[in-house]
Every structure is written in C-alpha cells, then in structure tokens.
T-cell receptor, first 114, second 109 residues
Framework: NAGVTQTPKFRILKIGQSMTLQCTQD?????MYWYRQDPGMGLKLIYY???????DKGEVPNGYNVSRSTTEDFPLRLELAAPSQTSVYFC?????????????FGPGTRLTVT | DAKTTQPNSMESNEEEPVHLPCNHS???????IHWYRQLPSQGPEYVIH???SNVNNRMASLAIAEDRKSSTLILHRATLRDAAVYYC??????????FGTGTRLKVLA
C-alpha cells in the first residue's frame, strides 16, 4: 500500500492565483483530513470528511474549499492565494474516528505564496 | 477541547532512555491520550495511545498517571532517528486532533 499520497511536493503561487492540492489514500479509509502547519507551530485542521459526499469545516477553513466525490480522493482548493496561506499542508486519513483510531499522514505539500 | 502542556524541548544521549512528559489536567473520562511524532520534513506518525492503563508497543511505552492528569512517553533507548517533535494529543470523539507545539527531542551522539 502506498498509504496517503500528496501532490505536488512543492509549489510557488503568486497572490491571487488558484490551485488544487491533491490527496489520495489506498487504505479504504472513510475519514480524511486536511491540516496546515506554519513554521514552528503544530498542525491546524482546515477541513475534514467522514465519507464520500460529506465534508465539514475545521478550525481554519477560510480561503479553502474541499470536495469528496470518492473514498480515495480528498482535494483541497485554494481559490485566491494570499501570503497568509504560505504553509505546509498535510493530508491524513483514518478508518473511523473512534477515540482509539490512529491517523495516517501524507508527506506534505510545501506552498509559498508571493 | 481538553488541552495538553508539554516542554518545548528536551535532550537525551544516544542509547539512553527518554521520558517525555505531558500534562492534561482537564482530561475527561472518555478522552484517549495519543502520541504522535514528526520527523524533520515529514508528516506526523502515530507512536502510541492509551486510556487508563500503561501501554507498550514496539516503538515506545506510555505511562498514564492514576488520576490521568498527566502521562509520560518513554523511549527505552533513544537513537539518532528518534530526533523529532513529539505531540501529546487528547481525543474525545470530535473529528479533530488539537496539536500543540509539542516537545522537540534532540538526541546527542
């Protein structure tokens, strides 16, 4: 199993540009998550999904959109990039959100907005 | 959401045990205690979790205080590959982890 894969690994955007961060998992997990991590900080939840067609906001959703049309894929869309969105983005998945279930994280996408 | 408090950084010598503390004085009876670690330039990875009893796995041990207001992650023999940021997280049935800034562990050769 590849686990959780993310593309691209790195990206530089100009202010106002748009892009989609891709996330795919091959573990048949129902739950998927997007986090961002600013330098020296812990991760913050942007959006999550509990299954295909169902998404909800996390702590910091402003400026982002998500969709979940399949179990495997959970893309994150930035519509109008701003310098405040410069961060490392991690996608994660878990089988459920039972309190004992672990999350599996992807390798991250490093995004710079200038 | 219940919060955790960890020291910003710790150092250990290679091949020695490391005890990483975590305080969670507002923990509720149904909160699990999870530990994740993040190696440089990688995503977090699961280490261990527990509810009330001490837990052991191939990576580490988790010692939970009797009142559950604190816990300690124990790495039995630190290696250079264990240098990472370690996060202590409580899960309580909501769909999110609350990550603090964690403890940066430095392992000295």
């Amino acid at each position: 199993n590849a686990g959780v894969t993310q593309t691209p690994k790195f990206r530089i955007l100009k202010i106002g540009q748009s892009m989609t961060l891709q996330c795919t998992q091959d573990m048949n997990h129902n739950y998927m998550y997007w986090y961002r991590q600013d330098p020296g900080m812990g991760l913050k939840l942007i959006y999550y999904s509990v299954g295909a067609g169902i998404t909800d906001k996390g702590e910091v959703p402003n400026g982002y959109n998500v969709s979940r049309s399949t179990t495997e894929d959970f893309p994150l869309r930035l519509e109008l990039a701003a310098p405040s969105q410069t961060s490392v983005y991690f996608c994660a998945s878990s089988y459920s959100f039972g309190r004992a279930d672990e999350q599996y994280f992807g390798p991250g996408t490093r995004l710079t907005v200038t | 959401d219940a919060k955790t408090t960890q020291p910003n950084s710790m150092e250990s010598n290679e091949e020695e045990p490391v005890h990483l503390p975590c305080n969670h004085s507002t923990i509720s009876g149904t909160d699990y205690i999870h530990w994740y670690r993040q190696l440089p330039s990688q995503g977090p990875e699961y280490v261990i979790h527990g509810l009330t009893s001490n837990v052991n796995n191939r990576m580490a041990s988790l010692a939970i205080a009797e009142d559950r207001k604190s816990s300690t992650l124990i790495l039995h023999r630190a290696t250079l590959r264990d240098a990472a940021v370690y996060y202590c997280i409580l899960t309580s049935g909501t769909y999110k982890y609350i990550f603090g800034t964690g403890t940066r562990l430095k392992v000295l050769a």
